[in-house]
């Protein structure tokens, strides 16, 4: 139905940044919300940050002030600006996307995860 691919993980030091990046692709209409989640082995997925198709953003109290979401409607793309990193930043991040389908029908898609690593 809906592909999401995502890119950018990776392993950093503490205080530094990395951007990941969502691509969404298949039998796509339109997109709805956006969003990246994160995961450590043994816990429960969270929410890291939303945004919908007009913009209107959402973080974790967490990220608040060091991660940034954005969009590109036209890519179908989302990413996640991560400045000033820590130790607990690591994590599996997962990108999610509310999809309607050309098909008729909703679909809320999951990226297959990317590892982010920060050292101390």
């Known amino acids: 139905q809906v592909q999401l691919v995502e890119s950018g993980g990776g392993l950093v030091q503490a205080g530094g940044s990395l951007r990941l990046s969502c691509t969404a692709s298949?039998?796509?209409?339109?997109?709805?919300?956006m969003g990246w989640y994160r995961q450590a082995p043994g816990k429960k997925r969270e929410l890291v940050a939303t945004?919908?198709?007009?913009?209107?953003?959402n973080y974790a109290d967490s990220v608040k002030g060091r991660f940034t979401i954005s969009r590109d409607n036209a890519k179908n793309t989302v990413y996640l600006q991560m400045n000033s990193l820590k130790s607990e930043d690591t994590r599996i991040y997962y990108c999610?996307?509310?999809?309607?389908?050309?098909?008729?029908?909703?679909?809320?898609?999951w990226g297959q995860g990317t590892q982010v690593t920060v050292s101390s």
């Open positions: 945004i919908t198709s007009v913009g209107s953003t």
């Open positions: 999610n996307a509310e999809v309607r389908l050309r098909s008729a029908g909703l679909y809320n898609a």
């Open positions: 298949g039998n796509i209409f339109s997109i709805y919300t």
